[in-house]
């Protein structure tokens, strides 16, 4: 891939307009980029936290509220992303007129409440309330990080600064494990009181409120602390309308339509595991979630950080010689995890089905910094959040609705037996495994074209 340089920020705040021809290029990325990276990266670090911890509190929310496992699904997944889809494109698309880290901050104070909230919930019903602020809050947050990023890091780095953002969702996907884990252990002996006019809060409720309030702090730092980037290589300040976002998607549906599929698929994985991962050691090794959450979280972090930093250096080193090198590493990654994710439900230890799971996942993580470098290098400036935006729906409203309803459903009305939770797992693996790698690869070449049509046309 070409070089090119990083626009500079403006200090101001203000509304981020198109850089004059050429300043993109020669201004240089300095520390505040790499500081807004990590901030960023924090943020995506809460969102994965207040979104996550639900999965260890499977089993005492089932006994507390009377829920199925269906009905827990819906409050994962449904009830999250439902709202998740409702409230994504309006914001996203303020996000590409104007100023991004307000969208974020905003966000991250919205959802952060509603976490809490779900601390409160005495019904399924008021949970879903509470999971659908969550839902539709966090829908603002990385459409606009990941188009600010794209503005701070030069294009032959993108890959390592997603590499850096990818281990704040992955840190908190594991942090939901440990520090949930964590808590619960710490607070089972605590008895659940009686709140007047709100109901019984049990020890479990307790867990939202401490992983929810924090991220209040965060968005305070961002408004303070982080500059608005200007807009590299930008050619149309208001922002793109709808109807152009979709008539670029028309014109390049040949790497759209794979890819969208692709990473719909992908998700449907990710999520229906992580939901269920530790009601499957709790339900196959008898480990409860406070054995097993800091556990499977410190697993998943170890292997994604090696995976997505590792993967962003082959991304760097394979384009050299390849445009299409960013979704040529991402169908590696998920080509040749397979064998061992599918593998590890089967384990007859619990030890063993970590150790395969953390094989496959540094595998798998190698592909997150590609994809996210693949889809904004290919995509206009004044575009860039409404296009993840549309991934993200993809990804996190009808992957995360889907693929934890998808394997409830399963074991409710097929398998008929929580014990075979683990049976489920593997035929979710082996059957969506190689269907998602077929259609990455089919996206492989008309991505090299569109990356090229960009630089072509001056992008950055």
Same mark, same amino acid.
């Given at each position: 891939?070409?070089?090119?340089?990083?626009?500079?920020?403006?200090?101001?705040?203000?509304?981020?307009?198109?850089?004059?021809?050429?300043?993109?290029?020669?201004?240089?990325?300095?520390?505040?980029?790499?500081?807004?990276?990590?901030?960023?990266?924090?943020?995506?670090?809460?969102?994965?936290?207040?979104?996550?911890?639900?999965?260890?509190?499977?089993?005492?929310?089932?006994?507390?509220?009377?829920?199925?496992?269906?009905?827990?699904?819906?409050?994962?997944?449904?009830?999250?992303?439902?709202?998740?889809?409702?409230?994504?494109?309006?914001?996203?698309?303020?996000?590409?007129?104007?100023?991004?880290?307000?969208?974020?901050?905003?966000?991250?104070?919205?959802?952060?409440?509603?976490?809490?909230?779900?601390?409160?919930?005495?019904?399924?019903?008021?949970?879903?309330?509470?999971?659908?602020?969550?839902?539709?809050?966090?829908?603002?947050?990385?459409?606009?990080?990941?188009?600010?990023?794209?503005?701070?890091?030069?294009?032959?780095?993108?890959?390592?600064?997603?590499?850096?953002?990818?281990?704040?969702?992955?840190?908190?996907?594991?942090?939901?494990?440990?520090?949930?884990?964590?808590?619960?252990?710490?607070?089972?002996?605590?008895?659940?009181?009686?709140?007047?006019?709100?109901?019984?809060?049990?020890?479990?409720?307790?867990?939202?409120?401490?992983?929810?309030?924090?991220?209040?702090?965060?968005?305070?730092?961002?408004?303070?602390?982080?500059?608005?980037?200007?807009?590299?290589g930008g050619k149309k300040p208001g922002g793109y309308p709808i109807r152009e976002v979709f008539g670029f998607l028309k014109a390049n549906g040949r790497m759209h339509v794979p890819l969208l599929l692709g990473?719909?698929?992908?998700?449907?994985?990710?999520?229906?595991?992580?939901?269920?991962?530790?009601?499957?050691?709790?339900?196959?090794?008898?480990?409860?979630?406070?054995?097993?959450?800091?556990?499977?979280?410190?697993?998943?972090?170890?292997?994604?950080?090696?995976?997505?930093?590792?993967?962003?250096?082959?991304?760097?080193?394979?384009?050299?010689?390849?445009?299409? *090198?960013?979704?040529? $590493? =991402?169908?590696?990654?998920?080509?040749?995890?397979? /064998? @061992?994710? &599918? %593998?590890?439900?089967? !384990?007859?230890?619990?030890?063993?089905?970590?150790?395969?799971?953390?094989?496959?996942?540094?595998?798998?993580?190698?592909?997150?910094?590609?994809?996210?470098?693949?889809?904004?290098?290919?995509?206009?400036?004044?575009?860039?959040?409404?296009?993840?935006?549309?991934?993200?729906?993809?990804?996190?409203?009808?992957?995360?609705?889907?693929?934890?309803?998808?394997?409830?459903?399963?074991?409710?009305?097929?398998?008929?037996?929580?014990? *075979?939770?683990?049976? $489920? =797992?593997?035929?979710?693996?082996?059957?969506?495994? /190689? @269907?998602? &790698? %077929?259609?990455?690869? !089919?996206?492989?070449?008309?991505?090299?074209?569109?990356?090229?049509?960009?630089?072509?046309?001056?992008?950055?």
């Amino acid at each position: 891939m070409n070089a090119s340089k990083a626009g500079d920020f403006s200090e101001t705040g203000a509304s981020p307009g198109v850089q004059p021809e050429g300043a993109a290029k020669t201004a240089q990325m300095g520390a505040g980029g790499w500081y807004t990276v990590f901030v960023l990266a924090f943020v995506a670090m809460f969102a994965q936290i207040d979104r996550g911890v639900i999965s260890l509190v499977v089993q005492p929310m089932k006994r507390d509220l009377g829920l199925s496992d269906t009905e827990v699904s819906l409050l994962i997944g449904f009830a999250f992303t439902f709202f998740y889809a409702c409230v994504g494109p309006p914001v996203s698309r303020i996000s590409d007129r104007g100023v991004r880290k307000t969208v974020i901050a905003a966000s991250l104070s919205i959802w952060s409440i509603g976490t809490a909230l779900c601390g409160l919930a005495q019904s399924f019903w008021s949970f879903f309330a509470a999971r659908a602020i969550v839902g539709g809050a966090e829908s603002g947050s990385s459409p606009a990080s990941l188009s600010m990023m794209a503005d701070v890091v030069p294009r032959e780095k993108l890959p390592r600064a997603f590499a850096v953002y990818n281990s704040g969702v992955m840190g908190g996907m594991a942090l939901s494990m440990v520090f949930g884990g964590l808590l619960l252990g710490m607070l089972a002996n605590v008895p659940s009181v009686e709140l007047p006019g709100i109901g019984h809060i049990h020890n479990w409720h307790l867990v939202f409120v401490i992983v929810g309030l924090p991220g209040l702090l965060v968005a305070a730092l961002i408004m303070l602390t982080v500059p608005e980037p200007r807009r590299k290589g930008g050619k149309k300040p208001g922002g793109y309308p709808i109807r152009e976002v979709f008539g670029f998607l028309k014109a390049n549906g040949r790497m759209h339509v794979p890819l969208l599929l692709g990473v719909l698929i992908m998700s449907m994985q990710s999520f229906g595991i992580q939901a269920w991962g530790p009601a499957f050691y709790e339900r196959t090794y008898g480990w409860g979630p406070a054995t097993a959450g800091p556990l499977i979280g410190l697993t998943g972090l170890a292997s994604s950080l090696i995976g997505l930093f590792v993967g962003a250096k082959f991304c760097e080193i394979l384009g050299k010689r390849h445009d299409d *090198a960013n979704l040529r $590493v =991402l169908f590696y990654a998920q080509i040749f995890s397979i /064998p @061992l994710v &599918a %593998i590890a439900p089967m !384990m007859p230890s619990p030890w063993l089905a970590l150790a395969c799971t953390a094989g496959g996942g540094v595998i798998a993580g190698m592909g997150g910094p590609a994809y996210n470098a693949a889809l904004q290098l290919s995509t206009p400036n004044e575009m860039r959040a409404q296009m993840n935006a549309l991934y993200l729906f993809t990804i996190a409203a009808i992957g995360g609705g889907l693929g934890p309803l998808l394997v409830a459903l399963l074991t409710d009305f097929v398998a008929q037996n929580e014990a *075979a939770l683990r049976y $489920v =797992l593997v035929g979710f693996r082996l059957v969506l495994g /190689p @269907l998602d &790698a %077929i259609l990455i690869w !089919m996206a492989i070449r008309p991505y090299g074209q569109a990356y090229r049509a960009r630089l072509a046309e001056g992008g950055e």
